[in-house]
T-cell receptor, first 114, second 110 residues
């Protein structure tokens, strides 16, 4: 099956620890995205990548880092500098960059920092 | 960027048509209107998009007014599984990603 996988579904970490969220796609899409969602809110863009070895900051990049070494993978690291990391994190991909290309979303990772 | 305005919530009886409105009065002539929905604790899912003609697919219909300043997403026979947050989006130009507002929370009631 083609699609986007995110792991794990639920993640718990202690305050002050860095944590990396996994996102893998086998759709052969060039563009990948990370969004954050807080309860009752819309999605906010953290980082996006238009192509391998390239990425750009979104609206709320502070305290996060990404890499795009392979087309299939776009991991997100939540660092200790992120003040309120507890949230629902969604990864997406599209065949090309730009909102006019349908975005496919993964199932999400719910991160809780204790 | 063309902003969109949607009601925060709506109810619909199961089996009836759900009509979800969206205002996008600043939309420009070549900008499309996209609709996504997000079922609780899942990622959003694309539904439909249109420019100026009405569009229909297996999930929904999209009616865009002649002046393109508003549109309505229609779920013709809503089921309980259609309970979700529905996002109306006018994508920014170029290669920038989608911007999601708060959407409309549709509750389908038995």
């Amino acid at each position: 099956d083609g699609g986007i996988t995110q792991s794990p579904k639920y993640l718990f970490r202690k305050e002050g620890q860095n944590v990396t969220l996994s996102c893998e796609q086998n759709l052969n899409h060039d563009a990948m995205y990370w969004y954050r969602q807080d309860p009752g809110q819309g999605l906010r863009l953290i980082y996006y990548s238009q192509i391998v070895n390239d990425f750009q900051k979104g609206d709320i990049a502070e305290g996060y880092s990404v890499s795009r070494e392979k087309k299939e993978s776009f991991p997100l690291t939540v660092t200790s500098a992120q003040k309120n990391p507890t949230a629902f994190y969604l990864c997406a991909s599209s065949i090309l960059a730009g909102g006019w290309n349908e975005q496919f979303f993964g199932p999400g990772t719910r991160l809780t920092v204790l | 960027d063309a902003k969109t305005t949607q009601p925060p919530s709506m109810d619909c009886a199961e089996g009836r048509a759900a009509n979800l409105p969206c205002n996008h009065s600043t939309i420009s002539g070549n900008e499309y209107v996209y609709w996504y929905r997000q079922i609780h604790s899942q990622g959003p899912q694309y539904i439909i998009h249109g420019l100026k003609n009405n569009e229909t697919n297996e999930m929904a219909s999209l009616i865009i007014t002649e002046d393109r300043k508003s549109s309505t997403l229609i779920l013709p026979h809503a089921t309980l599984r259609d309970t979700a947050v529905y996002y109306c989006i006018v994508p920014p130009p170029g290669n920038t990603p989608l911007v999601f507002g708060k959407g409309t929370r549709l509750s389908v009631i038995a």
